[in-house]
Nanobody, 113 residues
Framework: VQLQESGPGLVKPSQMLSLTCTVS??????????WSWIRQPPGKGLEWMGA???????YYSPSQRGRTSISRDTSKNQFTLQLSSVTPEDTAVYYC??????WGQGTQVTVSS
């Protein structure tokens, strides 16, 4: 299974960040998988943001609930992270991952005017 993140590298404060994870070599509809978004701000540890599982069940970190939305497009084998009202504190490398330890290479997102 391979995962690849894509999205804008630069977002302005107060805008919405949207990132997509494209999965190959496996199906996001596999019933026992959850597909997660994780980020790592500069100089800090990994932060799990949320996940989507079969049946479109979503789970969010309490610290991100309200600003975060995860959805999926089964026809494209992709799942998407949307983070609203971004601030410079949302600057991070964003990763997508599955339950078996497969991770994307990460994509840098910088929030700056």
């Amino acid at each position: 299974v391979q995962l690849q993140e894509s999205g804008p590298g630069l977002v302005k404060p107060s805008q919405m960040l949207s990132l997509t994870c494209t999965v190959s070599g496996g199906s996001i509809t596999t019933s026992y998988y959850a597909w997660s978004w994780i980020r790592q701000p500069p100089g800090k540890g990994l932060e799990w943001m949320g996940a989507i599982a079969n049946g479109d069940r979503t789970y969010y970190s309490p610290s991100q609930r309200g600003r975060t939305s995860i959805s999926r497009d089964t026809s494209k084998n992709q799942f998407t992270l949307q983070l609203s009202s971004v601030t410079p504190e949302d600057t991070a490398v964003y990763y997508c991952a599955d339950d078996l330890g497969h991770w994307g290479q990460g994509t840098q997102v910088t929030v700056s005017s």
